[in-house]
């Protein structure tokens, strides 16, 4: 099973970037799907999720207003739109896929996951 995580790079304070998340063996639309970030010497924290079912949706406060996640079930992608992004921003960003149909923030609950994708959020 594989989950291809694509979009990140360099991008200035302020800027804008928008990451996927793709599979070419799992049907997205049937599973929670999360996006984490991580930075060297620190835990994998959640950024967001969209649910599979209900399509309710989670976002770390310090991105709420900023990130925006979406489904496109035609494209079998799950995209996190960044925008206004900072340097605390900067990061290695997952997705992730659970069979639970509700989002949860602990990577252990996750039951795929995507190879990173590298955000750099620098002047």
């Known amino acids: 099973v594989q989950l291809q995580a694509s979009g990140g790079g360099l991008v200035q304070p302020g800027g804008s970037l928008r990451l996927s998340c793709a599979s070419s063996?799992?049907?997205?639309?049937?599973?929670?799907i999360g996006w984490f970030r991580q930075v060297p010497g620190k835990s994998r924290e959640a950024v967001s999720c969209i649910s599979d079912r209900s399509g309710s949706v989670y976002f770390k406060d310090s991105v709420k207003g900023r990130f925006t996640i979406s489904r496109d079930i035609s494209k079998n992608e799950v995209y996190l739109q960044m925008n206004n992004l900072k340097p605390d921003d900067t990061a290695v960003y997952y997705c992730a896929a659970d069979r639970a149909p509700l989002c949860g923030n602990s990577p252990q609950g996750y039951d795929y996951w995507g190879q990173g994708t590298l955000v750099t959020v620098s002047s």
């Open positions: 063996d799992l049907n997205l639309e049937t599973y929670t």
